[in-house]
């Protein structure tokens, strides 16, 4: 055997175990060991039968994700795994696959090519591969439906979640949940196999779970529909159906061909290169150079939140959530119940909806402490502080803070916009302030962008990266400069979506052609659910740093003016009705008709691929910039923001993913041309010409292949 792959035996049951730290994916070798192992127990005579399980925390996590991408480049011939579980299927001994940890892709696949399945009560088996752009590649469409039957199947393939033991069982997916020692129990499992002295059954073989052509068709038909809506734009879903269906009418073999023909398109398209790299982005966030893994960190055992309004209110809950006692402390009785009562709510409605029971939200609501003084901050381990977004307000309570909080306390604003080093200021600890800017409904969006502030200690920032993981946030370290990363590139990406509309684009049009090109909403859309407001007041507080020189949008003040927020008010860029649908306002059109006229704005005929160019390029060369200028530490640090944030469509992956794809020398020439056409905004970015020029991508500036100085 290899060190990849080891056996071992008790007795006469031979034990393969798979050794391929973190995560026993099927990286090259393993597949071989796997075979290997196989052969030997089916040649030796004193063996009666076999377990496979996986060495460390899990079972097989699946094939090995970074090898996808040196097949996809040609580096690597890519090979089949089927030969394998043929080979395991048909051993004349039975073979038993032992599952802790998570059997997931591939390593599902593997285990269904076993006569049998146990698992550990905490196991989970799954087909995520949909999640990275592709289907199962390895037969799991066509096994899953076998042993699962089509429906569970179908949902599992194509929508990528996992189960857990419990439902593995009832779905036939294992045969067995062993409690205590998982290895001691598989063993005992192929003992009593062993004892029946029967054929090991073949998965490949059974037929009697695919069910009859027309429950199939309604089940294929709704798992497009939902494909369709939850899953708008990926072509994966769609493709793992399809597969799925092949199993239901054509013969092993010829399914798994179709399979493969799929998964192969998949594999070579965009959307996979796009969603691996959102994968592996993900990970990569949490790896910030000048803080190693050893730095120590500030456990939060007790945390405390100012502001009960709708932002403080959803951090409360993630530290609820999270099982982290919270004291939720407001300036008045009135809004410090009105913020309980919407926590309240917001909980009762995901108890009614079944994602959690009554007692959990019994345990979550104890866990936040109503407060209207700062009598119990002294044992807080951190502070979030979620007050309106104005810098006089945020250095009182700053100021407050730094008298009652413990030294090592973690001191963190949810500022949007505003600069830590000044909140900072106020107090007398600056290294232990720090921002933490959670995006709204913050109990529901993923993104934490994490603030440095000059002075703010390494401890503070591992600590936070910590809570991140612990919240179930992905969180991204970001600089200090005005709108940190993401809203820093939305002023752009929001003025050029205003810019087009009094250029002659019509609202819906411009949120029609972002909501197809896969942004969760259009952005006119977006800023009257944000509410309006929220950006004149910036506006407001900033007008001292705008170039007066420079065009600036001139209908959302206006609408402003004219008590149209959004949303909230009934009316913005659209006119809403009582159930919040969003129908075109004439009343706006005119409006914009009139202001363009006045500011000297020619109208004309404005198509999607502009709408997408002027918006697309505008967030890009703003990315440019702050990573130029060190705000974000890597261009994926950007996408992993856009995606989890802003509702970017992760199977683009990132605006600069996405940029890369497009070809940076195309972006460039045509932000050089809307230079020309609209002026100073559309300065290009230094570095964005710098790659342009070179043929670069942003992938080889984080990958080191490119220096700004070069
Ligand atoms: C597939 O199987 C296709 C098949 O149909 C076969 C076709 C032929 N490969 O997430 P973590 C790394 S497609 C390579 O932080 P956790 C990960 O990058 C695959 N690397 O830990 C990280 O590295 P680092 C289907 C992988 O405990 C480290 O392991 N399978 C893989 O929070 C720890 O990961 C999947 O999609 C991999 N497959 O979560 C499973 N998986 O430390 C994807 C992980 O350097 N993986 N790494 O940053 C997961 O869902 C989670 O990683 C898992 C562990 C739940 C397993």
Redesign the pocket.
Known sequence: MSELVLLSKDGDVAIITVNNP??N?LSPGVPEGIAAAVEEISKDARIKAGVLVGGGS?FI??????EFGRVTSGERKGGS?LPLLAAIEDCPKPLIAAIHG?A???GL?VAMAFHYRVAAPTAQVGQ??V??G?I???A?TQRLPRLAGTAKAVEMCAFGEPVRAKEALDHGIIDSIIEGDLLAGAVAFAREVVAKNEQPPRTRERSEKLGDEQTNAQVFAAAREQAKKTRRGQTAPLAAIEAVEAATRLSFEEGCRKEAEL?RDCLFGDQSKALIHVF?GE?EVARIPDIPKETPRIEIKKAAVIGAGTMGGGIAMNYANAGIPVLLKESSQEMLDRGLATIKKNYANSVKKGRFSQEVMDRRMALITPALTYDGFEDADIVTEAVFEGMELKKEVFAELDKVCKPEAILASNTSTLNIDEIASATSRPQQVIGHHFFSPANVMRLLEIVRGKATSKEVIASSMALAKKLKKVGVLVGNCRGFVGNRMLAPYMREAQFLVEEGARPEEVDAALYKFGMAMGPLAMGDLAGLDVGWRIRKEYKHLEDPNARHPVVVDRLCEMGRYGQKTGAGWYRYDESRKATPDPEVEELIRQLAAEAGIQRREIGGDEIIERTMYALVNEGARILEEGYALRAVDIDIIYINGYGYPAWRGGPMWYADTVGLKKVFDRIVEFHAQHGELWQPAPLLKLLAEQGKTFADFDNGNISITA
């Open positions: 973190p995560v994916a899990t996590a699946g094939a090995d994700i970074k795994l998570t997931f892709g591939g696949e995520p591969e999640k990275l592709i199962p590649g390895a799991g998964f592996f990970r």
